[in-house]
């Protein structure tokens, strides 16, 4: 059974940093491109970044370049996401999912929120 766990969300000040991660279990990790997307109240899912498999290409959305890493443990199976100069518009809930490809299709997790306020 494929599962896909997020953590790390949570409330923080502008400014502050937070790290999500992401567990995967039930496919071959090593093997799987991986993304972070985020959805704010009313508005569509976007792409945040994505990874390729080694960790060798990433990709990453205009308004996170710069303040936003992503990264992955393949022995452990872990996705990561370093989020830092969070702003108040990078509050969202946060989900991993399997694939390279900006569309639906793939692995989802639950989501982990993330609140960006003074």
């Known amino acids: 059974q494929v599962q896909l766990v997020e953590s790390g969300g949570g409330l923080v000040q502008p400014g502050g940093s937070l790290r999500l991660s992401c567990a995967a279990s039930?496919?071959?990790?090593?093997?799987?491109?991986m993304s972070w997307y985020r959805q704010a109240p009313g508005k569509e899912r976007e792409l945040v970044a994505r990874?390729?498999?080694?960790?060798?290409?990433?990709n990453y959305a205009d308004s996170v370049k710069g303040r936003f890493t992503i990264s992955r443990d393949n022995a452990k199976s872990m996705l990561y996401l370093q989020m830092n100069s969070l702003k108040p518009e990078d509050t969202a809930v946060y989900y991993c999912?399997?694939?390279?490809?900006?569309?639906?299709?793939?692995?989802w997790g639950q989501g982990t929120q993330v609140t960006v306020s003074s």
């Open positions: 999912k399997s694939g390279w490809a900006d569309n639906l299709l793939g692995y």
């Open positions: 990874i390729t498999t080694r960790g060798g290409s990433t």
């Open positions: 039930g496919f071959t990790f090593n093997n799987v491109a």
